[in-house]
């Protein structure tokens, strides 16, 4: 089954950027989205097809995605982005849904 | 509005069955998938597997299959997770989920539910 591999944390100063990455195979071929889940709360989507941000997703969130590496940077880090970051792709030649690892992001 | 309303939090007993719900609002709730997502305490998400509401066609993850049945009722817009019979591994948040279409498949989670804690404890 396929597998995706985010570091277990990444800590940032605010102001600074946090750069959160999705390890699989190939995943340059595939559509990968991620997610933000703050304590006690559900996910919410902050990018979807690799690079997209739904409405009322602030600008500092982006993506990319090439090779066998997704990236969730998070530019000019506020508190506020103290989360739980999880990438997400679909898998065409399963037919499932594979969800990362997670990483907790903490603002020094 | 787009909603996802889940039913409240459940304590059950090891061998009990349960079923728990999730009503969508703010959308034609037959034309799109809907997945159910677990969370163990203190971990990551899982996906578990999803339904079209429209025709009731449903996919499981292998390491659900089996042990949860996926269904809905698309008369009142709700889809539905139940269990048989119960375990204390089964203890867990779980979130519904609406599916954006894609090209080849349904592709992310746009909308979610605010979640259901099950606890199962003799």
């Known amino acids: 089954s396929y597998v995706l591999t985010q570091p277990p944390s990444v800590s940032v100063a605010p102001g600074q950027t946090a750069r959160i990455t999705c390890g699989g195979n190939n995943i340059g071929s595939k559509s990968v989205h991620w997610y933000q889940q703050k304590p006690g709360q559900a996910p919410v989507l902050v990018v979807y097809?690799?690079?997209d941000r739904p409405s009322g997703i602030p600008e500092r969130f982006s993506g990319s995605n090439s090779g066998n590496t997704a990236t969730l940077t998070i530019s000019r880090v506020e508190a506020g982005d103290e989360a739980d970051y999880y990438c997400?792709?679909?898998?065409?030649?399963?037919?499932?849904?594979?969800f990362g690892t997670g990483t907790k992001v903490t603002v020094l | 509005e787009v909603q996802l309303v889940q039913s409240g939090a459940e304590v059950k007993k090891p061998g009990e069955s349960l079923k728990i719900s999730c009503k969508g609002s703010?959308?034609?709730?037959?034309?799109?998938?809907i997945g159910w997502v677990r969370q163990m305490p203190g971990k990551g998400l899982e996906w578990m597997g999803i339904i079209y509401p429209g025709d009731s066609d449903t996919r499981y993850s292998p390491s659900f299959q089996g042990q949860v049945t996926i269904s809905a009722d698309k008369s009142i817009s709700t889809a539905y997770l139940q269990w048989s019979s119960l375990k204390a591994s089964d203890t867990a948040m779980y979130y519904c989920?609406?599916?954006?279409?894609?090209?080849?498949?349904?592709?992310?989670?746009?909308?979610w539910g605010q979640g259901t804690l099950v606890t199962v404890s003799s």
């Open positions: 097809d690799d690079s």
């Open positions: 997400q792709v679909w898998d065409s030649s399963s037919d499932h849904y594979v």
């Open positions: 989920a609406r599916l954006v279409p894609g090209p080849a498949a349904p592709t992310w989670f746009d909308y």
């Open positions: 703010g959308y034609s709730f037959t034309s799109y998938w």
